[in-house]
């Protein structure tokens, strides 16, 4: 049978698309309401950590149930039985969120999701400005307080502290400063016995205001 032909028989016995086949981005899967996986593509197999003999996929879907699907039909020929975050589990224990919608197809289920990479995006985003922020709010913290009291930090011994509080290691501060890590240290040192504190546990408590132990 002539190559061409052979695809073109293939495809027709496909319910997914041949150039879906290795795309990653987009997971599309035709599940039997059993739980059976009878047909899926690349992306599909992973989210749900890779090829495996065992055709049932069942216990992967978390959210919604694979249960919960099942159960539904649709009353419109074409319309999806569900549309929204599908969340998918694997054995090893990780899970990936897709966004996309399950039709009810000859009595099976038809998948067809893909990553929601704008909304991770987003998250990303947002959890990157809440950080910048709480940085912010410490080294705010750490200056009021310092000026609160009868320390006398030097503006180097301020840009240590300042570090110290929101988890810098020496060699960071060192890095971000343009100094050398054994001078943060004498800084550090002196910021220490200013404040009078013998660790940065202490240092911490000392920034916040905390009563020391």
Not at 84 to 104: E, K, M, P, Q
Request: proline letters at 5%; hydrophobic letters at 45%.
């Amino acid at each position: 049978m002539p190559a061409a032909t052979q695809k073109a028989a293939a495809e027709s016995s496909s319910v997914i698309p041949w150039w879906l086949d290795g795309m990653s981005a987009v997971a599309c899967a035709v599940i039997r309401r059993d739980g059976t996986l009878l047909e899926a593509n690349r992306g599909f197999h992973t989210a749900v950590a890779g090829p495996h003999d065992d055709p049932q996929v069942r216990d992967a879907f978390l959210n919604p149930a694979f249960d919960q699907l099942a159960g539904r039909s649709s009353r419109v020929p074409g319309d999806a039985i569900y549309t929204g975050i599908l969340n998918l589990g694997s054995a090893d224990g990780t899970t990936v969120s897709l966004r996309g919608s399950v039709f009810d197809f000859g009595g099976c289920l038809l998948v067809v999701a893909e990553h929601d990479v704008a909304g991770i995006t987003r998250a990303i985003d947002r959890l990157t400005l809440l950080n910048e922020q709480l940085v912010q709010a410490r080294r705010g913290a750490v200056v009021r307080q310092v000026e609160r009291g009868d320390s006398k930090l030097t503006p180097r011994e301020m840009d240590v502290l300042e570090r110290l509080v929101t988890g810098g290691s020496n060699k960071q501060i060192a890095g971000d400063l343009g100094i050398s890590p054994r001078t943060v240290e004498v800084h550090r040192a002196r910021v220490m016995a200013k404040m009078k504190v013998k660790n940065v546990v202490e240092l911490l408590q000392a920034v916040a205001g905390w009563p020391l132990p």
